[in-house]
């Protein structure tokens, strides 16, 4: 997945590079909304969800949680592409 957030999502993008768990974070910059990235990842068929409900002040709308547990390898190219296509987007 952290190859696939190299090679297709935005420069100013932001991630983690977890040692395991389920989970890696993206921080987005700050002319987006992770409220609205999600919505629109959604739309895309792509599933992430807004770092809001994790941080007790406004942090989390700069951040997006993704999974990367349960999806193949195909799903997880195919799903960072989209996304990148989301990010520039909008």
Known sequence: MLECFESELPADV?????????FTWLTLPDRLDALDVATRAADAGVAVVPGNPFFPDDRGRRHVRVCFSRASLDEIEQGVRLLGAVLRAA
């Open 14 to 22: 932001g991630w983690t590079r977890p040692l395991g768990g389920f």
